[in-house]
């Protein structure tokens, strides 16, 4: 059983640039989530897709944008940067039965300068 | 409006102590569940234990257990005999709803084992 691995793992941009994140989710997982944690803070819920199509969103505006796709990777997409974006962008993934945790990767630290 | 409590920041103890972390949360909906999750240095979010609203026994696994009580909205974590390596961050956790996947966490709590 594969875990939850995501790319790259640090990443250093400047504000008004577009980023890409990436997730590769568990094997069987078909719904993913990505959340926002800025340091010393819980993550916060940015959106999360089912069967690449999303279908649940946080507080974030609409230039956080994503993707699923049918081999159960995903992407998250963050346009026109902010300071304010740099935290820890985190994937999860869970089965539609929902029978265990949610499983998350190790983060992609962003930093905006 | 869901939301999750962890009002302790940090806690510090030393090694074999017994710490417990609490945690309050409010929902209005009658269906949820409820986690606990560890965070190290890695960064990594690792899953400690999922109960659902309608499972109000206590579980026990090792040294760690957990007590969710209703009446008061808590849902505390207690580490016994507490090592180095229980070191980490710690989060708990909301989702509302059957059909929700969405999490809402708590602020988390820094644990400090000493040795």
């Known amino acids: 059983e594969t875990g939850v691995t995501q790319s790259p793992t640090h990443l250093i941009k400047t504000r008004g640039q577009q980023v890409t994140l990436r997730c590769s989710s568990q094997?069987?997982?078909?719904?993913v989530s990505w959340y926002q944690q800025a340091l010393g803070q819980g993550p916060q819920f940015i959106f999360q897709?089912?069967?690449?199509?999303?279908?649940g969103r946080g507080n974030f505006p609409p230039r956080f944008s994503g993707l699923q796709f049918p081999n159960y990777s995903s992407e998250l997409n963050v346009n026109a940067l902010e300071l304010d974006d740099s935290a820890l962008y985190l994937c999860?993934?869970?089965?539609?039965?929902?029978?265990?945790?949610?499983?998350f990767g190790s983060g992609t630290r962003l930093t905006v300068v | 409006a869901q939301k999750v409590t962890q009002a302790q920041t940090e806690i510090s103890v030393v090694e074999k102590e017994d710490v417990t972390l609490d945690c309050v949360y409010e929902?209005?909906?009658?269906?949820?569940?409820l986690f606990w999750y560890k965070q190290p240095p890695s960064g990594e979010l690792v899953f400690l234990i999922r109960?659902?609203?309608?499972?109000?026994q206590n579980e026990i696994s090792g040294r760690y257990s957990w007590n969710f009580q209703k009446s008061t909205s808590s849902f505390n974590f207690t580490i016994t005999a507490s090592q180095v390596v229980d070191s980490a961050v710690y989060f708990c956790?909301?989702?509302?709803?059957?059909?929700?996947?969405?999490?809402?966490f708590g602020k988390g709590t820094k644990l400090s084992v000493i040795p």
């Open positions: 094997s069987g997982h078909n719904t």
């Open positions: 956790a909301l989702s509302e709803g059957a059909g929700s996947y969405q999490l809402t």
């Open positions: 999860a993934s869970s089965s539609f039965q929902r029978n265990y945790g949610y499983t």
């Open positions: 897709y089912y069967r690449e199509e999303e279908n």
């Open positions: 929902t209005r909906d009658t269906t949820y569940y």
């Open positions: 109960r659902n609203s309608f499972d109000e």
